[in-house]
């Protein structure tokens, strides 16, 4: 009975463990390292500076891509993927593996919304 439990235990656990390797789809908006998910700080000094001017300055400036969705942070491990520089500052939907707060984007589009 003991080593039942012992396998059916193990079992589920393999199995959340597939599950939070799975690819995801969410919806949010690419932002930079420095701002976080809003530019209001930024905009406060220049009212013309749209999210996607802040983020690709604070990126040039040495800031990293970032993916803000359902209130949350996420870091883009693929920093170099064309596709963040192309949204910069917009609402996106991401398709990817989430690892912690870090996401492996396969797929980013805008988003329909």
Known sequence: ????????AATVLCWSA????AEQTLTGTISD????ATHKAMQEHNKDLTDRNCTDACVK?????I????????TFENQNDPALAM?????VSVT??????????????????
Request: with cysteine.
């Open 61 to 65: 400036g040495g800031a990293k891509y």
């Open 33 to 36: 390292s420095r701002c976080g």
């Open 1 to 8: 009975m003991r080593k039942a439990g012992l396998f059916v």
């Open 96 to 113: 990817g593996e989430l690892r912690g707060n870090t996401i492996v984007a396969s797929k980013i589009s805008k988003s329909k919304s």
């Open 87 to 91: 949204n910069s500052g917009q609402s």
């Open 67 to 74: 993916f803000a969705s359902g209130g949350k942070i996420y």
């Open 18 to 21: 597939a599950a939070f390797a």
